[in-house]
Nanobody, 116 residues
């Protein structure tokens, strides 16, 4: 299996920036896609951003132009740089990796709170 350790998050004022990271250990060689999801209170979990092993990225409409996902393949680490944060970005952010042999692992989640 793959274990994910997230770091970053916290409290920031609107317009500020935060950075998240997620390091994967275990079956790192099986990882293809690395993703960030978020879940706000009372809402469904939604995809924030994803990145493939080749570096192709995809973003949710609400974060395009403000968030940047990147990864360090040798370190099996994915990052999420969040700029121009808005109160509606407040949520628990989850790291997710998918890959070979039905790999689908989730991090424990990290809270991001954006105050107005």
């Amino acid at each position: 299996q793959v274990q994910l350790v997230e770091s970053g998050g916290g409290l920031v004022q609107a317009g500020g920036s935060l950075s998240l990271s997620c390091a994967a250990s275990g079956r790192g060689a099986s990882i293809t896609a690395m993703n960030w999801y978020r879940q706000a209170p009372g809402k469904q979990r939604e995809l924030v951003a994803s990145i493939t092993s080749g570096g192709s990225t995809n973003y949710g409409d609400s974060v395009k132009g403000r968030f940047t996902i990147s990864r360090d393949n040798p370190k099996n680490t994915v990052y999420l740089q969040m700029n121009s944060l808005k109160p509606e970005d407040t949520a628990v952010y989850y790291c997710n990796v998918r890959g070979l042999r039905a790999l689908d692992a989730w991090g424990q989640g990290t809270l991001v709170t954006v105050s107005s």
